[in-house]
């Protein structure tokens, strides 16, 4: 099993900057990928970046450039250092862990979310 809390969600003004950590527990050697989604009010959810046990790295068209993943060298945790901030990027941050299964099974892993809130 594995547990993720995010934190360091918060308001913040257009422009602004923010780091979004996740810290994981349980069977974290056995995390492929990980990565960071998020849900805005009417929306679904949608990926943002991830980061593979190797350090590969992709990222949502909307936040490239302005957003970076990353991890410490035991892979945990993972952060997302948000720049540039607009208020589209208003959201419930969620961080992912996921783990290879039986055949082609991927167990998704998921934390409660974070709210970010980018608001003159």
């Known amino acids: 099993q594995v547990q993720l809390v995010e934190s360091g969600g918060g308001l913040v003004q257009p422009g602004g900057s923010l780091r979004l950590s996740c810290a994981a527990s349980?069977?974290?050697?056995?995390?492929?990928?990980m990565g960071w989604y998020r849900q805005a009010p009417g929306k679904e959810r949608e990926l943002v970046a991830t980061i593979t046990s190797s350090g590969k790295t992709n990222y949502a068209d909307s936040v490239k450039g302005r957003f970076t993943i990353s991890r410490d060298n035991a892979k945990i945790p993972v952060y997302l250092q948000m720049t540039s901030l607009k208020p589209e990027d208003t959201a419930v941050y969620y961080c992912?862990?996921?783990?290879?299964?039986?055949?082609?099974?991927?167990?998704?892993?998921w934390g409660q979310g974070t709210q970010v809130t980018v608001s003159s």
């Open positions: 992912n862990a996921q783990r290879p299964g039986y055949a082609n099974f991927v167990y998704n892993h």
């Open positions: 349980g069977s974290i050697s056995s995390i492929n990928v």
